[in-house]
């Protein structure tokens, strides 16, 4: 698959990006487009050049974090966001990939893709570790407002692409609660369960906030904003639990000591619960494929990433998203 | 004060609560009134009887987990948990504690004690460890469906909470939200944000998932489902955090030497996120004050909230409430 990487606008700047995309290119098969900033690129690049997998396209603007993101896809036409989305449109790759400003994604998105029909709500889908797989939560961001058929509509994209992502044949899918009782929850939810119900999906009812790190379930469906918090709560926790821990370590010698013993067993784990590891979050019910990457990304979750947006890309998510969608036939 | 504690419908049993009581009594001055099953109190209370500080009140029912919390107050007339509300109602006691039914306890609230003048909605405020001090965060699980109103009442409750129980002068008060940005979040959070800034409360804007943990503000506002997906969360993230890094330390003869070194470095870690240390979580609102513990509080947790009850009584958290709201005068 050819996949554009918008290297520009990350907390890492664009040579570590463009070192995810050679990663990317030296363990599989992609083509990848590197965008941004031309003169950084190729001296990232180096003696590497744009031999063989990697290519270069230009764009001499970029979205930054602090630019709001229709205003900036509107006018800034030569940044790379819009550059990328504009090579997906035309077809000239198939998929695209960034670690910018993610509102400005969303907005290339909706501006150069469009809506897969059938699809009111368009989302973010993001991937958490679990005690045993993965789990794909869904939307996590793109929609704070939401009505119970788009909650539903999440259920179907997250499910088609934890099938094609993580080859679960029927992914289970739990509906975000605050009880496991149908009855339990607010208007939103309970709307949706409806939906959920009558569907063809594997909907094996409501799940609360405790079990989405037991990895009984395989995508959890709830609105953006909770959604977001889930994500970001998820995050400052983690950290928060391992910087509390690293200070209670540091307090004598004796544990310091434990420690460098225990050193192995502390990088494994960090490894399991690594963002990087997944490498991005996919946007789900657009005609085209992107994956958003958080703005810390790493060569290692860019390189992921890449490989997210390939997998999506070459199983086409979206003709399973479609299908399902037709088959249930829910207004 | 005196202290109605509900000892049934835990999942330790009561002998558990009982001996929370005990401690309770050791520790503080605090009157306890022990209610449930007769002979199950006798027994566990032992040689120490009901003598000085711990007195006990016979109820023949139990509200389980399993029962309607409104039918299960209303048809089980001598259950524990309405026996203790009775007491409060008739200013026999100051506070009652339980780690029975939440959803019981909510309604024999709602049934006995009614609302404080000008609150429209009681809520439940949760206790979170933080890097730097505990955070109230609130609502957390009774009211799933709000208006911008509700979300700055429970920013002034949980702002007298906090003040109360934590000596906190002025709380800084955050608005859970997807940005920090004023224009970032769902209709609610934008509402609510309208109400905080034409009040007087320490309001410092929107604050993400992430910052939660961080510790920078007292107060955290949300409504119900979010912050109880919030509580839920973080106790499945915290387990699976620490059951992860089990497995892996468990891996090798060298990481669980490691462990063994590092021990007391765990336990203090542990010390520190224990819910058992704050106790229980205050139901805000209410004509009276009542502290729901979590179902598996251990004897420790309940000594902590008949600490939290007692202080919440002592020093009139009520006529705080109500005081800023009628300053605040926001309709």
Redesign the interface.
Known sequence: MRIALDVMGSDLGASELVAGAVLAANESNSQITVIGDEKEIRSALGSTGDSGSISVVPATQIVTMADSPFDAVRKKKDSSVVVAFELLKKGEVDAVVSAGNSGAVMAAAIKFLGRLKKVSRPGIAGIFP??KGPVVMMDV?AN??CRPKHLYQFGVMASAFSRVMFDVERPKIGL???GEEGGK???L?KGAREFFEKSTLNFIGNV???????GDVDVIV?????G??????????????L???GE??G??L?????????????R??KK??DYAEYGGAPLLGFNGTGVICHGRSNRVAIKNAIRVADELARNKVNDHIQNMLEMDHLE
């Open positions: 679990t005690l961001g704070v407002d975000l609660s605050i929850g607010n208007t939810v609360e906030g405790r079990d989405t790190f037991q709830c609105d953006g904003f909770v977001n918090v889930c994500l970001k709560l998820s995050e400052g926790l983690a950290e928060a639990i910087s509390m821990l209670e370590i307090k004598t004796k544990a310091r000591c434990g420690y460098m013993l225990a050193r192995g067993a502390f494994n784990f399991r619960v």
